[in-house]
């Protein structure tokens, strides 16, 4: 009994639980105002927002205060990582074959996710005016102003992990780099651990966040749209089950001893529908069961940009789904045209806030067949998806730096093993 209590899985999972409760039977509570305004600061360490009502608060305030630690540790990490190795050309390897493996993996998300749309037929008996609309003027409004400059602009992990690759460059080639990496390495571990002690506080910003999403749109808000959650989550859930389980068995990895092993950090991107909040801590506990810290490095805050997997698979159900409800009639070219488009523009809907929307509204606009309006349907239900996409995400990341270690053979199975049979007891 002393050992679930003290277990920190143990108590997201609980706030999960009461989060949910206090937003289904005292709405009200969850958002009762705390501040006047959004707080923000614009910080280059991160782009920080706390919100006003209480549930939000929480939530937010939490996912702020992980922030803080996500740049400073990728840039230590990568820059350790690329200075510690001999061989400079196996750093520029590994992130080549990280991209490629981002976008053969993406690739075959996307096309999951529209063959999933195309047989399921989720917005067949939708009628637009069953669930409330929104205000989307400020998503389509940045839908024809998506560019890679301005997605390199907004997205300052990519920006750090730049400057980190360029950093370790340097520094390998400095003639007292030890020195500098002595330096560096007890503020990497210092971070560490002030980050482990950020991460007792999970459990509050979990509690936040459910409170928050069954407060503002209720469960009632399912119903008319729940065809398509359903589609969604079991479309994701095949893809982690089958192809990354795939994936992992190459090298006769499972999968779920994996998920196992990373649960806490689960139910944290859960709690909060955000995978920024345990990105630091799965970076470590990547390390801890095997795989090389120039690997984890490099491939998990590249994978954060380009390898998302479950926001993928939901902008391709998303766009099938709207031509459906509309009984707009899509051709084979129009489909490949859905998916060539959605290959370049589904690689900006990361590091910005809505930036999935303004991709949607894009993919939209380019097609000129499925009304940009429709897209107050998704708002509805926006929210409860986004632990599904963040999720999936976050194990996708997972099992492509395992699968990449393995690949380099940057990994140790004896960590692996001592760390996966830690988290069985």
């Known amino acids: 009994m002393k050992r679930i209590f003290s277990n920190l899985t143990f108590w997201v999972l609980t706030a999960i639980v009461l989060g949910i409760w206090l937003g289904h039977v005292y709405p009200q509570t969850a958002l009762i105002p705390v501040l006047d305004k ?63 493996y981002f976008e053969i993996v993406t690739t075959f998300a996307l096309l999951i996710g529209v063959g999933a ?18 205000d989307i003027s400020k998503y389509t409004k940045g839908a024809e102003d998506f560019s890679w400059l301005h997605f390199l602009k907004d997205n300052v992990t990519l920006q750090v992990v730049l400057i980190a690759i360029v950093s370790g460059i340097l520094l390998s080639r400095y003639h007292k780099r030890q020195q500098l990496i002595d330096w560096l390495q007890p503020i990497s571990k210092k971070l560490f651990k002030a980050l482990h002690y950020v991460m007792l506080l999970a459990p509050i910003g979990a509690f936040g966040g459910m409170a928050y999403t069954i407060s503002k749109y209720g469960l009632a808000t399912l119903l008319p749209l729940g065809k398509l959650m359903l589609t969604v989550y079991i479309t994701m859930a095949l893809f982690i089950f089958v192809v990354l389980g795939l994936i992992l068995w190459y090298y006769k990895i499972r999968l779920w001893s994996l998920l196992k092993y990373i649960r806490e950090e689960l139910l944290i991107v859960l709690g909060t529908s955000s995978s920024e909040a345990a990105l630091p801590s799965l970076m470590e506990k990547l390390e801890r ?20 997997d479950g926001t993928t698979i939901y902008l391709s159900m998303s766009v099938l789904f709207l031509a459906q409800v509309f009984h707009v009639h899509l051709d084979l070219s129009q489909i490949l045209s859905i998916i060539g488009i959605l290959l370049i523009t589904s690689k900006g809907a990361a590091g910005v806030t ?32 986004s ?39």
């Not at 047989?119 to 067949?124: A, E, H, Y």
């Open 38 to 100: 959004p707080l923000k600061l614009n910080l280059y360490l991160a782009d920080i927002e706390i919100k006003t009502t209480f549930a939000e608060f929480l939530s937010s305030l939490f996912i702020s205060l992980v922030k803080l630690f996500i740049n400073p540790i990728i840039f230590l990490t990568i820059t350790l990582g690329i200075a510690s190795m001999s061989d400079l050309k196996k750093a520029g390897k590994v992130g080549a074959k990280a991209l490629l």
């Open 117 to 134: 749309a195309w047989v399921i037929r989720p917005g067949d008996g939708v009628a637009t005016s069953s669930v409330a609309g929104g």
């Open 289 to 308: 069961m095997g795989c090389s810290k120039p690997v984890v490095g490099l491939v998990v805050p590249a994978g954060y940009s380009f390898n998302l």
């Open 354 to 385: 809505g930036s999935g929307f303004i991709v949607l509204a894009s993919t939209l606009t380019a097609v000129k067949v499925i009304p940009v309006e429709g897209l107050a349907l998704l708002l509805a239900v926006d929210r409860f998806m």
């Open 387 to 425: 632990e599904a996409r963040a999720i999936t995400n976050f194990i996708g990341n997972s099992v492509a730096t395992v699968f990449l270690a393995n690949n380099e053979n940057e990994f140790d199975r004896g960590k692996m093993e001592t760390a996966f049979g830690a988290s069985n007891n």
